[in-house]
């Protein structure tokens, strides 16, 4: 924590701040280790505080290490500018991502006489964007759960069951083995539904002869994994086993180019050639990849619009697909670390097609 309270220091500097105060659940999370729903995190150069009410006291106490800690009553507004004030923040970064329209006027109007609030803007991306050990060992436990769970799905899928009674069976296998929580909602499509890239379970059965797609994560430690495989429930048709076999190239080629000093849209690119080549590339309408940690969505981006440069221990995800409306769809996903040497895969479920 002393490490990520440095560090969230240097990069506030960065933007002339000399305070923050920060309240999304991961950064929440991430800079004070509290893991409860509300409390609000306020750093200046020298201090740090936990602001939170009566429920939660006890348990910052104990997991917050190096915070004062403030029990709020009502308004909780005058809590936190009295915090503010009295740690002298002149300029208090926020985060304009997430901090409601409401909640900064309020603020605003409380320390205007002595303290300016700026937005944080792009330089929220960099706080958790790039893991330490403790993260990238949490992120790899979840993902090693969901990749269990895999192969216990394919004893489990059979033509007649329910999309949902298959993402009930995940989310009730990882919770078993250590997952704490679903990390988004389980997109589990089949036939024709699996065209759409994200179509979440229904009461539709599964007929034979179905692509399948899994998309899929649970929470290990409050860190997400993300995961995806596409199945054929039987026998594959010819043009299944084509789609799924361009795909799964693209997948392979995009691999190669994870890696430091790499912009994530060049790696977007390569994938997305390879799709466009095979002639499907109106079919791929999203990014490549984002980065995965607290949060399941969070930078950088592997799409074109990926700006960001690639560096160690980033932690990515690489999934391709094509979709296409009245037929189905295939995407392959895995989770990378950004390693020193190149990428480091950390799913191990086999990625040639499966014929169940
Ligand atoms: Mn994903």
Same mark, same amino acid.
């Given at each position: 924590m002393t490490k990520r309270i440095a560090r969230i220091r240097e990069i506030i500097k960065n933007i002339n701040a000399d305070g923050i105060i920060a309240y999304s659940p991961e950064n929440l999370r991430y800079l004070s280790g509290f893991t409860g729903s509300t409390g609000y995190v306020i750093i200046s150069e020298k201090e740090a505080g936990f602001v939170t009410d009566f429920r939660y006291t006890e348990q910052a106490s104990e997991q917050c290490k190096g915070f004062e800690i403030i029990k709020n009553e009502s308004p909780l507004v005058d809590y936190l500018s009295n915090t503010i004030k009295k740690y002298k923040i002149k300029r208090l970064a926020f985060e304009d991502n997430f901090m409601t329209v409401e909640f900064y006027e309020k603020l605003r109007e409380k320390i205007k006489d002595t303290t300016e609030i700026i937005p944080l803007k792009e330089?929220?991306?960099? &706080?958790? &964007?790039i893991k330490d050990d403790d993260e990238l060992e949490n992120i790899k436990k979840a993902a090693e759960i969901a990749d269990l769970a895999f192969s216990h799905i394919l004893n489990y899928i059979k033509p007649g069951i329910k999309e949902k009674d298959i993402a009930l069976e995940l989310e009730y296998f990882m919770k078993k083995h250590g997952?704490?929580?679903?990390? /988004?909602? /389980?997109? &589990?499509a089949s036939g024709?539904?699996?065209?759409?890239?994200?179509?979440v379970a229904t009461d539709k059965k599964i007929n034979n002869g179905d692509l399948l797609t899994l998309d899929y994560g649970c929470v290990y430690n409050g860190y997400c994994s993300d995961m995806t495989r596409t199945i054929v429930v039987g026998k594959a048709t010819d043009e299944q086993r084509k789609i799924y076999n361009i795909v799964l190239k693209a997948q392979k080629e995009a691999l190669l180019h994870?890696?430091?000093?790499?912009l994530g849209k060049e790696v977007d690119k390569i994938a997305r050639d390879i799709i466009a080549e095979a002639g499907y590339g109106d079919n /791929?309408?999203?990014?490549l990849g984002h980065g995965v940690g607290l949060?399941?969505?969070?930078?950088p981006r592997l799409s074109p619009a990926g700006n960001r440069i690639l560096e160690e221990n980033m932690v990515v995800t690489n999934e391709p697909g094509i979709y296409i409306p009245g037929f189905g769809g295939v995407r392959i996903e895995d989770l990378i670390v950004v390693g020193k040497e190149g990428p480091i895969v950390l799913n191990r479920s086999p990625k040639e097609l499966i014929e169940l």
């Amino acid at each position: 924590m002393t490490k990520r309270i440095a560090r969230i220091r240097e990069i506030i500097k960065n933007i002339n701040a000399d305070g923050i105060i920060a309240y999304s659940p991961e950064n929440l999370r991430y800079l004070s280790g509290f893991t409860g729903s509300t409390g609000y995190v306020i750093i200046s150069e020298k201090e740090a505080g936990f602001v939170t009410d009566f429920r939660y006291t006890e348990q910052a106490s104990e997991q917050c290490k190096g915070f004062e800690i403030i029990k709020n009553e009502s308004p909780l507004v005058d809590y936190l500018s009295n915090t503010i004030k009295k740690y002298k923040i002149k300029r208090l970064a926020f985060e304009d991502n997430f901090m409601t329209v409401e909640f900064y006027e309020k603020l605003r109007e409380k320390i205007k006489d002595t303290t300016e609030i700026i937005p944080l803007k792009e330089k929220a991306e960099e &706080i958790r &964007i790039i893991k330490d050990d403790d993260e990238l060992e949490n992120i790899k436990k979840a993902a090693e759960i969901a990749d269990l769970a895999f192969s216990h799905i394919l004893n489990y899928i059979k033509p007649g069951i329910k999309e949902k009674d298959i993402a009930l069976e995940l989310e009730y296998f990882m919770k078993k083995h250590g997952s704490s929580n679903n990390s /988004f909602e /389980f997109i &589990i499509a089949s036939g024709h539904r699996s065209s759409m890239p994200h179509g979440v379970a229904t009461d539709k059965k599964i007929n034979n002869g179905d692509l399948l797609t899994l998309d899929y994560g649970c929470v290990y430690n409050g860190y997400c994994s993300d995961m995806t495989r596409t199945i054929v429930v039987g026998k594959a048709t010819d043009e299944q086993r084509k789609i799924y076999n361009i795909v799964l190239k693209a997948q392979k080629e995009a691999l190669l180019h994870i890696r430091a000093g790499v912009l994530g849209k060049e790696v977007d690119k390569i994938a997305r050639d390879i799709i466009a080549e095979a002639g499907y590339g109106d079919n /791929f309408g999203h990014g490549l990849g984002h980065g995965v940690g607290l949060a399941i969505h969070e930078e950088p981006r592997l799409s074109p619009a990926g700006n960001r440069i690639l560096e160690e221990n980033m932690v990515v995800t690489n999934e391709p697909g094509i979709y296409i409306p009245g037929f189905g769809g295939v995407r392959i996903e895995d989770l990378i670390v950004v390693g020193k040497e190149g990428p480091i895969v950390l799913n191990r479920s086999p990625k040639e097609l499966i014929e169940l």
